[in-house]
């Protein structure tokens, strides 16, 4: 891996500016609030003795929902070792953070809190990359629920993202009344090329956010190919 400065437009720069996006959404995230990073304006790198690799970054990041964006600085630390655990990130992003989704995280709360029957769906998109409007906050809810994944995943040789979420469950809400979720999600690694099954298991409200309660890794399924005569 090269050291110092890091050309912005390559893969070493964008991976770990994708690090400082999981985090934000796992962080900051909502059913109506989404990060993501619109370009990488200059990128660092440089071995830390006994702790690992370390990038500074400035980037710009854009949340989707209010299309608002901001040059932000962020800095990525991989660790490493036998057991290297996840990637310390900083970032300060103060504007962005200030965007106020309350009212539209609200009413999805009390949607999905009062519904008569619990909600489900799958394919969020579908093949065609089509989703009917009112499944996008769930299917963004996804995505934030998937940034834990992600973030804990992430290495300096890995690009996450997340595909489609194949399927969801809501299940009973808590007894403090956080709502409930299952997701079944499929993650893309773009340097492997791999999808990646994930389930997760976790609850929202938009007092809490996102509080994971169980992750776990699927078996690849191969799907058999059809008989030809």
């Known amino acids: 891996m090269a050291t110092g400065e890091l050309n912005p437009s390559h ?12 985090y934000l959404n796992s962080r900051y995230g909502s059913p109506n609030k989404l990060f993501m990073v619109h370009r990488v304006h200059r990128a660092c790198a440089e071995d830390v003795p006994d702790a690992g690799r370390k990038y500074q970054l400035d980037i710009s990041i854009q949340e989707i929902m209010s ?30 953070l200030k965007i106020n ?22 394919y969020l998109p579908d093949s065609y990359g089509h989703i009917t409007p009112g499944m996008e ?25 997340i595909a489609q979420v194949a399927n969801l469950t809501q299940l009973q809400s808590t007894e403090n009344s956080q709502l409930k979720f299952q997701y079944h999600v499929l993650l893309h690694d773009m340097v492997s090329q791999e999808i990646i099954n994930w389930k997760l298991l976790f609850t ?15 078996p690849h399924v191969c799907e058999k190919l059809p008989k030809t005569n």
């Open 11 to 22: 893969y070493p720069a964008r991976r770990a500016a994708i690090v400082v996006q999981h």
């Open 67 to 96: 299309n608002a964006m901001e040059e932000c600085s962020a800095e990525v630390l991989f660790p490493r070792g036998e057991q290297p655990g996840s990637a310390e990130v900083r970032a300060s992003c103060e504007e962005l």
């Open 101 to 122: 989704s309350t009212t539209q995280d609200e009413a999805f709360y009390q949607q999905h809190k009062n519904n008569q029957t619990l909600v489900s769906a799958q």
């Open 137 to 161: 906050p769930l299917r963004t809810l996804g995505t934030v629920a998937s940034s834990f994944i992600m973030l804990n995943q992430s290495s300096e040789n890995t690009l996450y993202n």
């Open 204 to 218: 929202w409200s938009p007092a809490e956010g996102v509080k994971i309660q169980q992750m776990e890794q699927l």
